[in-house]
């Protein structure tokens, strides 16, 4: 055998060799797994939001045409069902929904006061509302509900027909450079944080202000615990699927078992302890300390792990780091 | 200019060390090493650095013994790092070469001293080779003093010249090699699988990198490759290979990593490692030869004096104490990061964490809680929150962050938790020392707790 054939021969060896190195691979490509998590978890969301909001766009024209106590209560109902979709799709919010703004349609604040879904609420939860609701306000409750239906089958279609004129966004996550994961959990810590820190941890005086109700996002239909209840059930689909079991999917796929199995555990104590939580939310804190602390500290638990141990295997860059860096920690 | 000179008269054989070789290979390194430092910095203020890193955030975590380096106010601090560049430049041009070293060198260590989160080793690389070209006579060809006759311009520099940047280069990869050493590079491949993991978007190779086998062949092969390459590169019959071998590994690691200019320096620097000539036989190639005219000889024209001598002989066993310092103190060094700075630990652990504060006014004996974000920016918080010294350190911040608003000097303790290498998460601090009022030491943190696996 001549040199040349030698030399030939080692470089397919050394290919062959790379390509069944290649081929040993035991996880799911992170593409394989950001599409997977996008078609059982976050295209469903997407679509329970669309359907919420056009069941509540239904009960205003419905309320307005025909006003009843029946129509008044189905009302308050699709709303608090809207409500708990919107809370849900929040970890969710990478890609078009903060592309568009959407929050500003859904749940925006306006400068006369609150937007969206804020606004039916401070419409149709307040005591004698039947009463209250005119004609002009009736108008405007079509268009707002209106408003936020479509928008909420926009992103729905965002994410499944079309996206910025190509295929919908969940076709490119499969071949997405990291961002998106990135955004996904960036997203969902500061999700945590605003729901422990900011808002129960300032309500029952952990931090350095005065204790105040005032930083609880709650209006009068008192929907804050079934909103963190949404929270928490959108964050245990991201990190762990939204199969029946809850687990075996999601982003759990790119973790290992140990971490899989505590924030399984962590989960279980917060859906636990949320529900010990009843409604209003304000009126918990000041009633039941024990329970909301019992919340708090499993959502802590929550970030700990994930600011840990899911941000180390996931490769994922917490905030914006732009500096070089060679020491790797 | 260099001309032809006579034959020199016979003197007594000189040391090894001190027997006359071409000054050609340190020249080049001396042009290359200025030339990147000067990109360093005015990258460094292309990318809006200075005001990003160094101006915007309210307060910066030091090192220990140098709380009181503080960066310059506005356009000064810019100013600085583009002298930082104007020096590498005049070092590279041989242009007033003590004062333009000098003024790099502490420019530098000032710059560097100012925000601890910004460590790098290859920073570490250009202090030490700062200081070690002040020892070594470099400037004496292709520079503008010795054109200048402000030096002796001389075509020789004695070996220890040579060897001495060798030396420096290999402790580097050394070290880098020995630190590699551990458990986790060798039998999880752990930081690499995370981190090639999360390169799979690479072209070509991409699709390969979430392998486990390919973590481990990486694992190892780095470890290899940081503990032979000297050896390969001192080897005549393997040095081609070996640099060729070098050059890939740089820039495959500079691809896949943001490690700034640390692939760059050490692909120039290494070419020390060829003849000393070198550099004329690769010009040599391009150039016609001058008919008529002789080639220059090498003349002895320079010396190292006994300052320089013994100066060289400290760095080196500085360079040696500090990177095995770590053996003195108890625990895992990679958890503790108890002898870490300066030991040329580079890219071998991946940490993330979460901490928060509980702070105690002890007027009131009220508690509550904070998070780093109070005093530190985002990138400064979550590089902190993995280092002990500077967890310690934001803990005082904190500190003086309330006693600024009128409040006693209040107690702070760390709640701090910290996955490494992607392993479960365990509590970094002991959750019960006040850290506000605790001194922080250059030595190793007693208020580590050490790691249960």
């Known amino acids: 055998m001549t040199k040349s054939k030698r030399a030939h021969r080692r470089v397919v060896v050394a290919v062959a060799g790379l390509l069944t190195l290649a081929a040993c691979s035991s996880d799911p490509p992170r593409g394989e797994t950001l599409a997977g998590l996008a078609n059982e978890a976050i295209v469903p969301a997407f679509a329970q939001l669309a359907d919420s909001t056009t069941s509540l766009q239904k009960a205003m024209v419905t309320l307005c045409e025909l006003p009843s106590e029946q129509n008044l209560a189905d009302a308050i109902e699709a709303l608090a069902a809207t409500s708990w979709a919107w809370a849900y ?53 079509t268009r707002v509900s209106t408003l936020i239906a479509d928008e909420a089958d926009a992103v729905f279609e965002a994410w499944t027909v079309s996206w910025n004129g190509g295929a919908g966004y969940v076709d490119g996550l499969a071949t997405s450079d990291g961002d998106d994961l990135d955004m996904i959990v960036n997203d969902s810590l500061v999700l945590l944080e605003a729901m422990a820190d900011d808002e129960i941890g300032v309500a029952v005086g952990a931090a350095f202000e005065t ?25 245990r689909a991201i990190f762990l699927g939204s199969g029946s079991s809850g687990t075996g999917s999601g982003l759990s796929l790119l973790l290992d078992d140990t971490t899989t199995a505590t924030l399984t555990r962590q989960f279980d104590r917060a859906e636990a302890a949320l529900d010990a939580v009843g409604s209003p939310l304000k009126a918990e804190i000041e009633n039941s300390l024990q329970a909301v602390g019992e919340v708090r500290d499993s959502l802590i638990e929550i970030q700990v792990t994930i600011s840990t141990e899911v941000v180390s295997q996931l490769g994922v860059t917490v905030g914006f780091a732009d500096a070089d860096g060679d020491t790797g920690s | 200019m260099l001309t032809a000179t006579p034959e020199a008269e016979p ?68 100013l600085l790092v583009a002298g930082l560049g104007l020096c590498g ?31 790098l080793n290859h920073y570490w690389f250009l202090t030490v080779t ?99 390459i000297v050896g390969w590169l001192l080897w005549k019959p393997s040095r081609k290979w070996a640099y060729a071998v070098l050059v890939i590994f740089h820039i495959t690691t500079g691809a896949l990593f943001q490690i700034g200019v640390f692939p760059w320096v050490m692909i120039v620097s290494t070419l020390v490692f060829f003849e000393p000539d070198w550099p004329r036989h690769l010009l040599a190639r391009w150039q016609k030869p001058a008919v008529g005219k002789p080639h220059a000889r090498l003349v002895s024209g320079t010396s190292i004096g006994r300052l320089a001598t013994a100066s060289l002989i400290a760095l080196a066993v500085v360079q040696l104490i500090l990177p095995l310092r770590h053996y003195a ?119 580590v707790l050490h790691r249960s696996n």
């Open chain 1, 211 to 235: 204790a105040t109700l005032d930083v609880i996002d709650e209006g009068p239909a008192g929907l804050g615990t079934s909103d963190m209840r949404g929270h928490v059930a959108g964050l």
């Open chain 1, 89 to 141: 799709s929040e970890p969710m919010w990478a890609g078009p929904v903060e592309a568009r703004n959407s929050y500003d349609v859904i749940d925006g604040q306006l400068a006369t006061g609150p937007g969206g879904l804020g606004l039916i609420e401070s419409q149709i939860s307040v005591n004698g509302a039947l009463d209250q609701i005119t004609e002009p306000d009736c108008a405007e409750l």
């Open chain 2, 11 to 78: 003197a007594a054989p000189a040391p090894a060390a001190l027997e006359p070789i071409s000054a050609d290979s340190v020249a080049f390194f001396r042009i290359g090493f200025g030339l990147l430092i000067a990109f360093s910095s005015f990258r460094f203020l292309a990318k809006g650095w200075v005001s990003s890193l160094y101006l915007e955030p309210a307060n910066h975590l030091t090192y220990p013994l140098l709380d009181w380096v503080r960066p310059l106010p506005g356009v000064w601090m810019h």
């Open chain 2, 329 to 447: 103190y108890d625990g895992n060094v990679r958890w503790t990061e108890d002898g870490y700075y300066l030991s040329w630990r580079v890219m071998l652990t991946d940490k993330a964490g979460f901490v928060r504060y509980e702070v105690t006014d002890p007027a009131t004996q009220r508690t509550w809680e904070a998070g780093p974000e109070l005093v530190l920016t985002d990138w400064q918080a979550n590089s902190a929150a993995t280092k002990p010294g500077l967890v310690h350190a934001t803990a005082q911040l904190i500190a003086d962050h309330y006693e600024a608003q009128g409040l006693v000097r209040v107690e702070v303790r760390a709640i701090a938790w910290v996955s490494m290498n992607g392993g479960p998460a365990e509590q970094l601090m002991d959750p019960s020392v006040d850290l506000a009022n605790s001194d922080r030491t250059i030595g190793p943190s007693p208020h």
């Open chain 2, 89 to 119: 430049l005049s070092i590279a041009a041989g242009y007033r070469h003590r004062l333009s070293r000098g003024l790099f060198l502490v420019g530098f260590v000032y710059t560097e001293a100012i925000e601890a989160t910004l460590y």
């Open chain 2, 130 to 228: 700062a200081l070690l070209l002040i020892a070594l006579p470099v400037q004496h060809r292709w520079s503008m003093d010795a054109r200048a006759g402000r030096v002796v311009q001389s075509a020789t520099v004695p070996a220890i010249t040579l060897w001495a940047i060798r030396a420096q280069l290999g402790v580097v990869y050394f070290f880098a090699g020995v630190s590699k050493l551990n458990p986790d590079w060798l039998l999880k491949a752990q930081p690499l699988q995370l981190w090639l993991a999360d390169r799979t978007d690479t072209l070509i190779i991409g699709s390969m990198l979430d392998a486990p086998a390919v973590a481990y062949v990486a694992s190892w092969s780095a470890a290899l490759f940081d503990l032979t």
